[in-house]
């Protein structure tokens, strides 16, 4: 059994700043990608920013500069620090990580529960 759990989430003023974070627990053996995608009332969820275990980042052109992904890997965390944050970064908040369960396993996605973020004055 693999769980994500992404505390945090909340109401932020433009301009203001949140951090997300999310720790997968479980039956875990490795963790590949792990990343954060958003969806807002009518939109399609999209990707806003992922790491690779070497490190490697990329994010959504929207949230360039102002998103930075981050990843501790003996607590098998992910964060997100939104900084300059704006109207349109409102969203319903996921992670996912691609894990193996055990040696010989195929890696599989899993998907936090989700959290929301608001950007409001």
């Known amino acids: 059994q693999v769980q994500l759990v992404e505390p945090g989430g909340g109401l932020v003023q433009p301009g203001g700043s949140l951090r997300l974070s999310c720790a997968a627990s479980?039956?875990?053996?490795?963790?590949?990608?792990m990343g954060w995608y958003r969806q807002a009332p009518g939109k399609e969820r999209e990707l806003v920013a992922s790491?690779?275990?070497?490190?490697?980042?990329t994010y959504t052109n929207s949230v360039k500069g102002r998103f930075t992904i981050s990843r501790d890997y003996g607590r098998n965390t992910v964060y997100l620090q939104m900084n300059s944050l704006k109207l349109e970064d409102s969203a319903v908040y996921y992670c996912?990580?691609?894990?193996?369960?055990?040696?010989?396993?195929?890696?599989?996605?899993?998907w936090g529960q989700g959290t929301q973020v608001t950007v409001s004055s």
């Open positions: 479980g039956s875990i053996f490795s963790i590949n990608r």
């Open positions: 790491i690779t275990t070497d490190g490697m980042t």
């Open positions: 996912k990580a691609n894990i193996r369960r055990y040696l010989g396993d195929y890696n599989e996605d899993y």
